[in-house]
């Protein structure tokens, strides 16, 4: 079974940076791709960045582009999230999620299509 731990939230100021980590266990890492979503109350969840099993395919919101970047360490079973110039609207509970997906670069953006979730982080954003 799939477990999935978020941890690195916590409150920031406006302009500032968190890096969320995600640590997997239950079933080799290297077949999953991951993702991370993010939630806002009263929002839907919402895509923020995919990265394929071996880290060399990524893929990102439009709203995070150019500010956070997702990558994966295989030897540590663990997917990151560094968020960089935070701003407000990015205020929410972070998680990841991950779907078996070995040897391939396929990234998926919707949260159907992931299995396994952990159960979020938050993050907040003081202006």
């Known amino acids: 079974q799939v477990q999935l731990v978020e941890s690195g939230g916590g409150l920031v100021q406006a302009g500032g940076s968190l890096r969320l980590s995600c640590a997997f266990s239950?079933?080799?890492?290297?077949?999953?791709?991951l993702g991370w979503f993010r939630q806002a109350p009263g929002k839907e969840r919402e895509f923020v960045s995919a990265i394929n099993w071996s880290g060399g395919s990524t893929d990102y919101a439009d709203s995070v582009k150019g500010r956070f970047t997702i990558s994966r360490d295989n030897a540590k079973n663990t997917v990151f999230l560094q968020m960089n110039t935070l701003r407000p609207e990015d205020t929410a509970v972070y998680y990841c999620?991950?779907?078996?997906?070995?040897?391939?670069?396929?990234?998926?953006?919707?949260?159907?299509?992931?299995?396994?979730w952990g159960q979020g982080t938050q993050v907040t954003v003081s202006s």
């Open positions: 239950g079933r080799p890492f290297v077949n999953y791709g």
């Open positions: 999620a991950a779907r078996w997906a070995p040897l391939t670069t396929a990234l998926m953006s919707t949260a159907e299509a992931y299995g396994y």
